[in-house]
């Protein structure tokens, strides 16, 4: 993948460096030359001086071949108006948008741009929600024998009831995550999109819920 990153921060460069680390490349964008001196020596991406949002820089950094776009400067209109412009005009599906102000985040998640709170979030979170493939532990039982876990799921599970969820896959689904918030599911509760899904399981059979989930349901279902 080729991943267009505005800010070069230490949240930036550290997004950076851990895609790059996963044979991804990347171009970093930042108004000041001077902040590209966080990267790493051995940095084998690209760095643009300029800014974020301005057309010709993107297209510079390759905005027009980029798989994902990640907007983590210091300023929340910024980070905004470039995910934006990446989205609308460029036509790139995976972004992602930092920002400051709690209160807005929830505003952008409802324009369906994903946004992470940075006082929740770190580069783990983001580089979770450009690749959400598999399981993310969020909490072990002292034995360890059940694991609360942010799974992954299939486009197809979007419109249904949690409840198929579960019959599915044997696992409870303890909570939603819907444009920032926790959503304690009832039998009504329908999957949206953009909902991520948290669910309660026995530690041995995450491979096989997290299989199930990724794909779509089956006719049945």
Request: proline content about 4%.
């Amino acid at each position: 993948m080729h991943v267009v990153i505005m800010g070069c921060g230490r949240v930036g460069s550290t997004v950076a460096h851990i895609l790059e680390s996963h044979d991804h490349t990347v171009a970093i964008v930042d108004q000041n030359p001077e902040a590209f001196r966080r990267l790493q020596p051995g940095f084998e991406g690209s760095t643009v001086a300029g800014v974020g949002f301005d057309r010709d820089v993107l297209i510079e950094a390759g905005i027009e071949r980029a798989d994902a776009f990640v907007a983590v400067s210091s300023g929340d209109n910024s980070n905004i108006l470039a995910a934006r412009v990446a989205r609308e005009t460029f036509g790139v599906d995976n972004v992602v948008a930092r920002i400051y102000d709690p209160g807005r985040a929830e505003v952008y998640q409802r324009l369906g741009i994903p946004t992470v709170a940075t006082v929740r979030w770190t580069a783990d979170q983001i580089l979770r929600r450009l690749f959400p493939e598999g399981a993310q532990t969020e909490w072990v039982d002292p034995t360890g024998t059940v694991q609360l876990a942010e799974l992954h799921i299939s486009s197809g599970w979007i419109g249904l009831t949690a409840d198929k969820l579960e019959e599915a896959s044997g696992a409870r689904v303890a909570f939603l995550t819907r444009y920032g918030e926790g959503v304690l599911p009832t039998v009504d509760t329908v999957i949206q999109d953009g909902d991520l899904v948290h669910v309660l399981v026995n530690t041995e059979r995450i491979p096989y819920v997290a299989q199930i989930l990724s794909k779509d349901p089956e006719v049945e279902v």
